[in-house]
Antibody, heavy 118, light 110 residues
Framework: QVLLVESGGGLVKPGGSLRLSCAAA????????MSWIRQAPGKGLEWVSY????????YYADSVKGRFTISRDNVKKSLFLQMNSLRAEDTAVYYC???????????WGQGTLVTVSS | QSALTQPASVSGSPGQSITISCAGT?????????VSWYQQHPGKAPKLMIY???KRPSGVSNRVSGSKSGNRASLTISGLQAEDEADYYC??????????FGTGTKVTVL
């Protein structure tokens, strides 16, 4: 079955960096777009970024543009999110999700918590 | 891109039907048929319930249905059950290869 497992979350100081990973299994990873979606504590969902199957296309929400970088390794079936210049408002659970056309996220990981605080 | 507007809460008794609205603009909900809905129980990851406005993924109850009129999408749950108590989010393609979620609706089964 499809399985997505995020890792790499933790506590980081404002201005710091963190790299999230998402390991995929149970499907042909290289055939699918993938997205990162986050949820601040007690708040709603916010789409962060997506990457095309071949990694040729990447898009970002305005709130993270220029600070976050999405990437993937299709051989290792892994998705990544490099987060730089972190701010308190980036504190959230970060989910990776398989991304079908038009923003249909059919499978989600369990999420990894990122806390930005001094 | 502003979040789509959903009511903060909706409630109903077991067996009743409820409808959750999702108001967008002509640039997102009104421009495409890429509207999806997600159910999220506390402490859990979201689950896809409806995609492409009205399509149900395999395994999702046929008590759940979706529709759209103009800039507003809706999710209806009929025959409300205790297990339907959760948060629900709509999502739409917003153009320029970005997506926008709704503000979220807490469904309470009385």
């Amino acid at each position: 079955q499809v399985l997505l497992v995020e890792s790499g979350g933790g506590l980081v100081k404002p201005g710091g960096s963190l790299r999230l990973s998402c390991a995929a299994a149970g499907f042909t990873f290289s055939d699918y777009y993938m997205s990162w979606i986050r949820q601040a504590p007690g708040k709603g969902l916010e789409w962060v970024s997506y990457i095309s199957a071949s990694a040729s296309t990447k898009y970002y929400a305005d709130s993270v543009k220029g600070r976050f970088t999405i990437s993937r390794d299709n051989v290792k079936k892994s998705l990544f999110l490099q987060m730089n210049s972190l701010r308190a408002e980036d504190t959230a659970v970060y989910y990776c999700a398989r991304d079908l056309v038009g923003g249909t996220f059919d499978y989600w990981g369990q999420g990894t918590l990122v806390t930005v605080s001094s | 891109q502003s979040a789509l507007t959903q009511p903060a809460s909706v409630s109903g008794s077991p067996g009743q039907s409820i409808t959750i609205s999702c108001a967008g603009t002509s640039s997102d909900v009104g421009a495409h048929n890429y509207v999806s809905w997600y159910q999220q129980h506390p402490g859990k990851a979201p689950k896809l319930m409806i995609y492409d406005v009205s399509k149900r993924p395999s395994g999702v109850s046929n008590r759940v249905s979706g529709s759209k009129s103009g800039n507003r999408a809706s999710l209806t749950i009929s025959g409300l059950q205790a297990e339907d108590e959760a948060d629900y989010y709509c999502c739409s393609y917003a153009g320029t290869s970005t997506y926008v979620f709704g503000t979220g609706t807490k469904v309470t089964v009385l």
